[in-house]
T-cell receptor
């Protein structure tokens, strides 16, 4: 079974509007971390945001926020005020285990976001 | 500058010709790993290493080898490449800890003909 599911292979959003990229995860471990990465057409992987399973508040980093709904096992990425430079592939990833551990980073299949001018 | 360096960036080779993709990090990270990225499949882990001389298989290890003789280097070896190993490969490193981000190399686009 897939541990990370991204159900939107591709999405379009109008420039300056907000967009939500979906991510659901599957784990029986009570302790885990969730990550989002951006991959522009140039190919590099850029870390965007992190959410720990015990974090009380949703993570935010500039225009990026993570809508963390633990009971539903979802960790959706919200990008506010989309810009043309946000056009990229976005990957959700999870690492299981307690804070001091070093579990493997498991990725979803990604969502390709296209921002329209 | 903190970075993970992979070489080469692009490689076209023939079936069966052994090749090595190098990976080096300058952040003194213990943990390093290799991924391959294929359209529609996301990133899948090939091998990982918790520290020097400690390596283990990921989800798709068949056809690959790795070694970790020094903390900074983690080469990926394809002993006898086949066309189904045509892919985009990433090396990544991170500090110990669940919350630490993984730093990625620039990627190596490999084509096996």
């Amino acid at each position: 079974a897939q541990k990370i599911t991204q159900t939107q292979p591709g999405m379009f959003v109008q420039e300056k509007e907000a967009v939500t990229l979906d991510c659901t995860y599957d784990t029986s471990d009570p302790s885990y971390g969730l990550f989002w990465y951006k991959q522009p057409s140039s190919g590099e992987m850029i870390f965007l945001i992190y959410q720990g399973s015990y974090d009380q508040q949703n993570a935010t980093e500039g225009r990026y926020s993570l809508n963390f709904q633990k009971a539903r096992k979802s960790a959706n990425l919200v990008i506010s005020a989309s810009q043309l430079g946000d056009s990229a592939m976005y990957f959700c990833a999870m690492r299981e285990g307690p804070p001091g551990s070093q579990g493997n980073l498991i990725f979803g299949k990604g969502t390709k976001l296209s921002v329209k001018p | 500058e903190a970075q993970v360096t992979q070489n080469p960036r692009y490689l076209i080779t023939v079936t069966g010709k052994k090749l090595t993709v190098t990976c080096s990090q300058n952040m003194n990270h213990e943990y390093m790993s290799w991924y391959r990225q294929d359209p529609g499949l996301g990133l899948r882990q090939i091998y990982y290493s918790m520290n020097v001389e400690v390596t283990d298989k990921g989800d798709v290890p068949e056809g690959y080898k790795v070694s970790r003789k020094e903390k900074r280097n983690f080469p990926l070896i394809l002993e006898s490449p086949s066309p189904n190993q045509t892919s985009l490969y990433f090396c990544a490193s991170s500090n110990r800890g669940r919350s630490t981000e993984a730093f990625f190399g620039q990627g190596t686009r490999l084509t096996v003909v």
